[in-house]
């Protein structure tokens, strides 16, 4: 008998986390079939290819190609990327699933308030998007995610290489920003979909834990043998600096609102950060702590700032 293949959306991975990449990979390992769902084909895709994918080529804005792509799915994976478009993607992507007979959508979201109303506009939108999948019944888990390890080496990046600081706007040394690893998540989700069905609606909530940010710029500086300090710039100075990156409008606004609610929550609050049960839960091991990771992702930073 034939097994479906289970649908992964952001497969090629990409410049927040790649957990589409990730829960491919997984995927792939406990020997399930994938059909990998990518935006463009080229060496990332064919890589996909020599994994034992099977690549398809779409636009989650198209009607036709996620048709064409769901077409014998049973579970499929739903991320999108910080940028313009995530509501009618999520629309699209629903009411295909629907009309598919899909049992279960595993939905990579954002962790968010009990209500409507969010911290940025990104984030509501996110809670939008959890609002379509329920209704649309197609057995939706949701993994509300915290800020991943993989981006805050991308956001320090700069600073490291050029005067070996980590320049953010994350308020004083104390802030806490509750973290994780992309690749944590991606286990979870890939446990959600090789494992028995979950109700309609269920969310996952996924936080590694709480870290300082004198404990982040301690954590690096272990990595790499050398004094690293935190200095805390202006939300102006770090919009402008990631605008000029390339980084999208969308991106920048939801990143800008996400430090300042972070920055300013009171400590009471962020004394409520903690690991969540999830990860045991579902994968039998604890997530990766950040100096953990540091330690086995050191390409991700160590070389720019090597130079």
């Given amino acids: 008998m034939t ?170 040394q104390t802030t806490a920003i509750p973290m994780v690893g992309a690749q944590d998540v991606a286990r979870v989700a890939a446990a959600v979909l090789t494992g028995p069905v979950l109700p309609n609606g269920t969310v996952i909530r996924l936080m590694a834990g709480a870290v300082t940010n004198k404990e982040i710029a301690e954590a690096f500086s272990q990595v790499l043998g050398r004094s690293v300090d935190y200095v805390e710039i202006s939300e102006k100075q770090w919009a402008s600096a990631a605008s000029a990156a390339g980084v999208n409008a969308v991106a920048v606004e939801h990143l800008t609102h996400l430090w300042r609610y972070l920055r300013t929550l009171a400590p009471e609050y962020q004394a409520f950060y903690h690991l969540t049960d999830a990860f045991e839960d579902f994968t039998g091991e604890p997530p990766q702590s950040l100096p953990n990771f540091l330690r086995e992702h050191q390409d991700l930073f160590a070389p720019a700032v090597a130079r």
Wanted: glycine share 10%; net charge neutral; hydrophobic share 45%.
């Fill in 3 to 172: 097994v479906a293949p289970v649908l992964v959306t952001g497969a090629a991975g990409g410049r927040q986390g790649s957990t589409g990449l990730h829960v491919t990979r997984l995927l792939l390992d406990k020997g399930r079939a994938v059909r990998a769902f990518v935006h463009r084909l080229d060496e990332r895709s064919d890589r996909l290819g020599a994994l034992g994918a099977e690549v398809v080529q779409g636009d989650l804005h198209d009607f036709g190609s996620v048709t064409a792509a769901m077409s014998g799915v049973r579970r499929a994976y739903f991320a999108y990327p910080v940028q313009e478009g995530l509501l009618e993607a999520a629309a699209t992507f629903a009411a295909v699933a629907r009309s598919a007979g899909v049992e279960q959508v595993v939905n990579l979201s954002q962790w968010l308030q009990a209500t409507g109303e969010q911290p940025t506009p990104h984030q509501s939108r996110h809670w939008l998007v959890e609002q379509i999948f329920d209704w649309a019944r197609v057995g939706a888990v949701h993994l509300d995610a915290t800020v991943f390890y993989e981006n805050l080496c991308t956001w320090a990046l700069a600073s490291l290489s050029r005067a070996r600081v980590i320049a953010l706007p994350w308020g004083p």
